[in-house]
């Protein structure tokens, strides 16, 4: 009965926890102009039940109008996604208020949204016509000639890069469709993650659009969204799709980003009813718009003060943390420890957490995983997380130190140090059979522990008469030849045994091998060959003395190579152990045959 209300208890959290509802809300943008779109993307997960609509706050700065209602069910988890264009009405710092959502009684709700909101252009009223000739009377003569109107400007307190591509659009005004790219800063730094962003204007009907990105030389470009916006040109209300990256410059010097282009199709579209009904020949015609190239001067990092910790980091606002997934085990237990780093940009790029070796552990090699999310802000935040595997040796109270990890500044151009909390562990002697010796359970006094007392006995009496074998004792040549072939035949007898072992060895461990239903299975099957067969204690010896002791009885660099991947793979399995799969146990149990047949060639 306890076990059944133990089950159920264990289904309902988990059920509870696959159900917990949250609302999330972004925008595509936090710069833009009167004649900009913003979008708003509110998102709901975890809400069954009817459709309910999100209370938005109090918005004087847009006009709102609802765009997309997007509802998805996955193995019983309902997420619900809306999407409101905004359009603003003033210049200013505008606030999208909490965003509320109440379900089953709870009120949920979303942090507030800052954005920027610029004029349009400088010189220019919204309200021009959109005729590109005027006339003009003076002194009631008809005067013929052209108004020249004053050029636009974006507003210079947008920020660089859309400044840069409303300033391109602008003086690109006479053309019905064309493509502009800008990037937030030409002089970054190494790792320095920029945006650039392509943006295709267009105030006339288009199909069939391929796009083809830009290319780049030295440079890592990961995708970071798309979104769709308005611009007034002239008079003329433009509308654009535009396309955002993340750039990562490799190395210092110059680097070249291509041009992007599109593919256009204008005219009748092929499927036009009215070509159909009519027999009307169809009129279209093929255009490419292309963007201008962009080189960047990238500048190196500054070798000064530059800290050991230093990984490679560009960017300010970085966070770094540290958990251990458990803080009480016994020696022998393995223990998860868990950092990550939390920042703006691309983390792809930095090099990998180095972890300094820590006594009274045996450390495992770090695994990272890095990749990016969308922020609030429609910006992209980065993370990287580094997971290593600690197995405490003996039983007592540990701490886990601090670790270290630095980022370049690059406002204040100077490297900046950050550092997690240090993580108590405690560690109680091993409960387990066979986990061998746990030292830190000895005596303190003096580092040994008394396991036993034996007792010999002495006892005198009087010595026997010489018998046959004292008496042939003073026959020297004798004696020294029956010596040498008792020793002859001790070394023959046991170059046998041990040829004999050996060879029984591989055939022991192929065996076992058939027969592996676990990971650990394979892993004591291969230790067991190479304890028999080449007398290595796989328990006592790290990985990289097993290689090396390998190599030292013959066996080739690509072989051992292979054995370390192999190992890797299994010792990860015994302190990190998944579901078990008999068609992955038998996969990794050939892999490991054909391996120890290597060593069964290659071995001296």
Do not use: C
């Amino acid at each position: 009965m306890k076990k059944v209300f133990l089950s159920v208890l264990f289904f309902s959290l988990a059920a509870a926890a696959w159900a917990q509802v949250s609302i999330t809300a972004r925008v595509n943008k936090t710069a833009l102009t009167l004649d900009d779109e913003l979008t708003l993307s509110v998102e709901i997960n975890g809400a069954s039940g009817n459709m309910m609509m999100p209370s938005l706050p109090s918005l004087p700065a847009f006009n709102v109008y609802s765009r997309e209602i997007i509802q998805n069910t996955l193995n019983g988890k309902t997420t619900t996604s809306f999407r409101y264009t905004l359009m603003p009405r003033f210049v200013g710092k505008a606030t999208i208020g909490a965003i509320r959502f109440t379900h089953n009684g709870k009120t949920y709700q979303t942090d507030p949204i800052t954005v920027n909101i610029y004029r349009n252009a400088q010189g220019v009223q919204n309200a021009q016509p959109a005729a590109t000739t005027a006339k003009a009377v003076s002194t009631g003569n008809y005067d013929s000639a052209v108004v020249k109107k004053a050029p636009q400007k974006a507003d210079p307190n947008l920020p660089p890069l859309e400044r840069s591509l409303a300033n391109q659009a602008y003086a690109r005004g006479d053309e019905n469709y064309f493509l502009v790219a800008a990037v937030s800063d030409v002089n970054p730094y190494v790792n320095e993650t920029v945006s650039l962003a392509v943006r295709f204007y267009y105030n006339r009907p288009f199909y069939d659009a391929p796009y083809q990105k830009p290319s780049t030389s030295d440079i890592f470009m990961e995708e970071a969204g798309s979104s769709q916006g308005t611009q007034s040109i002239g008079g003329v209300l433009y509308r654009y799709e535009e396309q955002r990256y993340l750039l990562t410059a490799a190395a210092p010097g110059k680097a070249v980003i291509g041009p992007a282009t599109v593919r256009y199709m204008t005219g009748s579209s092929p499927l036009s009813a009215l070509d159909r009904l009519f027999g009307g020949s169809l009129v279209q015609a093929e255009e490419t718009a292309q963007s201008e190239p962009i080189t960047l001067q990238v500048r190196a990092l500054p070798t000064d003060g530059k800290p050991k910790s230093f990984y490679g980091a560009v960017g300010d606002g970085y966070t770094l943390t540290a958990q251990a997934d458990r803080t009480e085990v016994e020696a022998g237990e393995a223990v998860t420890l868990t950092i990550t780093v939390k920042g703006p940009g691309n983390l792809k790029p930095t090099a990998d957490l180095q972890l300094p070796a820590i006594d009274g552990f045996k450390m495992y090699s770090t695994q990272a995983t890095s990749g990016s999310v969308p922020a609030s802000n429609g910006q992209i935040r980065g993370y990287k997380v580094f997971k290593t595997v600690l197995v405490p040796v003996a039983s007592g109270i540990y701490t886990l130190p601090a670790v270290a990890w630095s980022y370049f500044n690059p406002a204040e151009k100077a490297y900046k140090i950050l550092k997690t909390e240090p993580i108590q562990l405690k560690v109680s002697p091993s409960t387990k059979t066979g986990a061998g010796i746990d030292f830190g359970a000895a005596d303190p006094s003096n580092g040994f522990q008394t396991l036993g007392k034996d007792i010999s006995y002495l006892k005198t009496t009087h010595a026997p008469a010489p018998g046959l074998l004292a008496r042939l004792s003073t026959w020297q040549t004798l004696n020294w030849l029956m010596l040498a072939v008792l020793a002859l035949s001790v070394l023959f007898a046991s170059v046998g045994r041990k040829s004999l072992a050996q060879k029984r060895a591989y055939a022991a461990a192929k065996s076992r091998l058939k027969k592996a239903q676990s990971d650990e299975d394979v892993a004591d099957a291969v230790s067991g060959y190479l304890q028999q067969k080449l007398k290595i204690s796989t328990g006592s010896l790290p990985l990289k003395a097993i290689v090396k002791a390998l190599q030292h009885r013959g066996i080739t660099p690509a072989t051992a190579e292979a054995f370390l991947l192999l190992w890797q793979r299994l010792d990860t399995a015994r302190f990190a152990p998944g579901t078990p799969d008999a068609q992955n146990v038998q996969h990794l149990a050939q892999q490991a045959l054909d391996i120890l047949k290597l060593l069964e060639e290659e071995a001296k």
